[in-house]
């Protein structure tokens, strides 16, 4: 059974920092595409970005580049995004989703960020 | 590419035949994807290609178009789908959603 699990949520003031962490199981981790999907509180879904099986090819969204990475570990079946100089727009739930778009899409329950003082 | 859903808010009841428009500001070809998002709970990919059936999903929902116009149609609607629903274009980056379409009980 495919299994996301997304930790590292929380509550960050403006211009901290937060490393999301994404626990894959059930499936070749390392086989996928693995992307970060966002939704701001009452909000629509907004792409956030999205990392090669390898991890050789990576996108963003404008409004976070320079700001988030995301990352993988294959060894450790994890996906992460490290978010730095958070804004209070990018409190959302995060999604890790593996296949976004594609067969077999599979997604996380969701961490809660918030960025407020 | 901006893409923009139509209505944004839908009521309905159960038995319709319902459409929603998914329009992009320009081509996707076919890189089309629509999503039911229940109240707390992650998005289910419903189709993806414009127009292929993810499996699991029930026949009652179709989708065509390709280019800039697209549609989602639940043939007949049923009570587990008073949801929102979402396409996205993954032909370019940066990949984007439309701002959703809520159907209700009519």
């Known amino acids: 059974e495919v299994q996301l699990v997304e930790s590292g949520g929380g509550l960050v003031q403006p211009g901290g920092s937060l490393r999301l962490s994404c626990a894959a199981s059930g499936f070749t981790f390392s086989g996928y595409w693995m992307s970060w999907v966002r939704q701001a509180p009452g909000k629509g879904l907004e792409w956030v970005a999205n990392i090669k099986h390898d991890g050789?090819?990576?996108?963003?969204?404008?409004?976070?580049?320079g700001r988030f990475t995301i990352s993988r570990d294959n060894a450790k079946n994890s996906?992460?995004?490290?978010?730095?100089?958070l804004r209070a727009e990018d409190t959302a739930v995060y999604?890790?989703?593996?296949?976004?778009?594609?067969p077999q899409e599979y997604w996380g329950q969701g961490t809660l960020v918030t960025v407020s003082s | 590419i901006q893409m923009t859903?139509?209505?944004?808010?839908?009521?309905?009841?159960?038995?319709?035949?319902?459409?929603?428009?998914?329009r992009a500001s320009q081509s996707v070809s076919s890189w089309l994807a629509w999503y039911q998002q229940k109240p707390g709970?992650?998005?289910?990919?419903?189709?993806?290609?414009?127009?292929?059936?993810?499996?699991?999903?029930p026949s009652r929902f179709s989708g065509s178009g390709s280019?800039?116009?697209?549609?989602?149609?639940i043939?007949?609607?049923?009570?587990?789908?008073?949801?929102?629903y979402y396409c996205q274009q993954y032909n370019s980056y940066p990949w984007t959603f439309g701002q959703g379409t809520k159907v209700e009980i009519k």
């Open chain 2, 75 to 84: 043939s007949s609607l049923q009570p587990d789908d008073f949801a929102t």
């Open chain 2, 67 to 73: 280019g800039t116009e697209f549609t989602l149609t």
């Open chain 2, 41 to 57: 709970k992650a998005p289910n990919l419903l189709i993806y290609q414009a127009s292929s059936l993810e499996t699991g999903v």
């Open chain 1, 79 to 85: 996906l992460y995004l490290q978010m730095n100089s």
């Open chain 1, 95 to 102: 999604y890790c989703v593996k296949s976004l778009a594609a």
């Open chain 2, 5 to 22: 859903q139509s209505p944004s808010t839908l009521s309905a009841s159960v038995g319709d035949r319902v459409t929603i428009t998914c």
């Open chain 1, 56 to 65: 050789s090819e990576k996108y963003y969204v404008d409004s976070v580049k």
